[in-house]
């Protein structure tokens, strides 16, 4: 199935609107949150399938780099803070991996934006009438 633009836009304003809803009522937060990120993911990841093969290797070398870094450091912020500061040894398994893969997915997704807007950017200085 293809994600329109439409469809990104609707589900872009969709996620959030269940995340707020989940907060209120409690039950929905983190399955909002992976599903933004799902849909950041597969949008980008299709506007990347539309480059030739050797952009869309550098591209993903870029961004699984970034990606690691980032989610690596950051699981290690989560951990300490969680456990030092909050005492709290134990986190329930089913809302973390909801959160892990959400927030995965979604910087993916960003990341992959970075990295599109800048190779398709022209980096040249020549002036165009």
Known sequence: ???TRNWFIVLLIGWPVLFGLG???G???WIAATGFGVTLSAYYEQQ???LDKETNVTIRAA???SLV???GMGLMLVFIISVIFFDEPRVPLL???YLVLGIGLTLNGLFIRS???DELSDKSNVIRH
Do not use: A, H
């Open 1 to 3: 199935m293809k994600l």
């Open 115 to 117: 990295v599109y807007r």
């Open 27 to 29: 039950e929905v937060v």
């Open 95 to 97: 809302d973390m991996i």
């Open 48 to 50: 990347l399938s539309k």
């Open 63 to 65: 961004v699984n780099q």
């Open 23 to 25: 907060f209120w009522n």
């Open 69 to 71: 870094t980032w989610f």
